[in-house]
């Protein structure tokens, strides 16, 4: 199988990089291992994903929430912008 | 047949795998000395022996089919998880030079873990973990016990191809928390024997509590291939590693069949079924974990 390594960023409603999110493949066409990352101190994380079509899901401390398609042999930044959640609102 | 070979982190001596045999294999697990109170969340979630599937998935078009929580999410949390057997499943926070990944494991012994292949080594991490944080039966920021580990085996075939047919690993820990924890009995049933099975799987996913709480769901085995188990369990990401265990009756003690790995995209497509899925235990299988539980013993 062959590995595409994508790099990404997770900000807040205001744009704003977030540490700790945790992405993961929410689903997608290819076999992907079903752990989190962490984004690091600047929002970012990268993961690599087979070829095919894939939804990535972000987690923050909270409930905020996000997610954004991609593909995997695409080479573009994956932006996921978390939403407000209720508990934050 | 594949020869399995277990390899470790570089930090860490090999050991040579056994070769796989063709009967069933049956290895009894332990509840741990410590006392345990009743589990109101066992005895009302477990599901045992075999059945009809507790929730039929929804019907095609009105649910994604490629969604790893199929149709309805299901899960539920565990909140008693330092009772038995909710405390023998630990959530891992893993360390490489690729940055912070959560999983999951479970004890098969008293020093040894099991878990996903690639919880220990993938291109992702850039190869293998540098250390793994493992919390049994944490609860949020409750976390009973914390210990850290730097010494991983899994199987050569693992390391070389990736292939989620062997994407299995062992965490060797230095302190026996099994004699106090639990750890789980393991079985290689035969595929006629684990399909209509009802399945247990409880893990630390990421978007119920960020990878600390234990979420748990049941339902059917669909189907079973050499060394996969396909399961409309649902999961997420964080659940990789967890335990697929069954009870073969009422009075059985829970026995762990496959080691959960992939969501809906590990199922191929010819198979026509939506289904998460884990690496089978079968007799090779078996005898590696048994050999790295000993090796731990040791």
């Known amino acids: ?89 | 047949m594949v020869n399995l070979n277990s390899v470790s982190n570089p930090s860490f001596s090999a050991l040579e795998s056994t070769v796989a045999e063709a009967s069933a294999k049956i290895r009894t697990g332990s509840a741990g000395s410590a006392a345990s109170p009743g589990s109101l969340s066992a005895e009302m979630l477990l599901v045992k022996g075999k059945g009809e599937p507790i929730a039929p998935p929804a019907p095609i078009g009105t649910r994604s089919i490629l969604e790893s929580v199929i149709g309805t999410d299901d899960r539920t949390r565990i909140l008693d998880t330092e009772a038995d057997p909710w405390r023998r499943i630990c959530a891992l926070r893993i360390s490489s030079p690729n940055g912070v990944f959560v999983g999951t494991g479970w004890l098969a012994g008293p020093r040894t873990m099991m878990t996903a292949g690639h919880c220990v080594h993938h291109p992702q991490m850039s190869g293998w973990a540098s250390s793994i944080e493992v919390s049994p039966a944490r609860n949020g920021a409750h976390q009973p016990k914390v210990l850290s580990s730097k010494r991983f085996s899994t199987l050569d075939v693992w390391v070389n191809e990736h292939d989620p047919d062997f994407d299995l690993a062992a965490i060797h820990l230095d302190e026996p928390v099994g004699d106090e924890l639990g750890w789980f009995g393991v079985g290689s049933l035969p595929a006629n024997a684990l399909t209509g099975f009802m399945v247990n799987i409880s893990g630390y996913p990421a978007d119920r509590g960020n990878g600390t709480e234990q979420w748990f769901h049941r339902n059917r085995v669909l189907r079973v291939s050499d060394r996969r188990v396909f399961y409309d369990v649902d999961t997420f990401g964080g659940h990789s590693g967890a335990p697929v265990f069954l009870y073969e009756d009422e009075g059985a003690e829970p026995r762990v069949v496959a080691i959960h790995a992939y969501g809906v995209g590990g199922t191929p497509s010819a198979f026509g079924i939506t289904a998460n899925s884990g690496v089978r235990i079968i007799p090779e299988v078996f005898d590696q974990i048994t050999a790295w539980v000993q090796q731990d013993a040791a």
Request: hydrophobic share 40%; no cysteine.
């Open chain 1, 1 to 89: 199988m062959v590995w595409t390594p994508r790099n990404g960023i997770v900000v807040d409603a205001g744009g704003r990089p977030v540490r700790g999110a945790l992405v993961s493949v929410a689903w997608g066409t290819g076999a992907t291992p079903e752990v989190a990352i962490e984004t690091d101190d600047e929002g970012r994380f990268r993961i690599h994903l087979p070829e095919g079509r894939y939804r990535l899901s972000a987690h923050a401390a909270g409930g905020a929430a996000g997610e954004a398609d991609t593909r995997g042999e695409a080479d573009e930044e994956i932006r996921i912008q978390l939403a407000i959640s209720e508990e934050d609102a």
